[in-house]
């Protein structure tokens, strides 16, 4: 079993940055391979960045690249996006999600393939 705590969200002005935190627990941390995904009333849980399990790849929503970054600290066993640049468009509650499959590029994106979520953070962006 896995568990996630995300941290790091907030109110935040247009233009703005934000680092969100997943701390993780309850399985090696190096063989996860972890997402954030993001979710706004009515809507499915939209991609955000992935980064895969050994630190062997990263993918990231196309409109998004440039303006987020994920790394993983595998010795903290926590995970991390840097939002930089934040628009109102980018308010969410934002989740972490992990994997226990070494998943394939284009699988990165799919929710459906991880099987731990943590509760989420919201991040609201507004002047």
């Known amino acids: ?20 935190s997943c701390e993780a627990s309850g399985r090696a941390f190096i063989d996860l ?12 849980r939209e991609f955000v960045a992935a980064v895969k399990r050994n630190n062997y790849g990263t993918s990231y929503k196309n409109s ?9 600290d595998n010795a903290k066993k926590t995970l991390y996006l840097q939002m930089n640049n934040l628009e109102p468009d980018d308010t969410a509650v934002y989740f972490c999600a992990a994997s226990t499959r070494g998943l394939i590029t284009s699988s990165l994106a799919d929710d459906q393939q991880y099987e731990h979520w943590g509760q989420g953070t919201q991040v609201t962006v507004s002047s």
Not at 2 to 17: C, I, K, T, Y
């Open 64 to 72: 998004l690249k440039g303006r987020v970054t994920i790394s993983r």
């Open 33 to 44: 391979t972890l997402a954030w995904f993001r979710q706004i009333p009515g809507n499915g």
């Open 1 to 20: 079993q896995v568990q996630l705590l995300e941290s790091g969200g907030g109110l935040v002005h247009p233009g703005g940055s934000l680092r969100l």
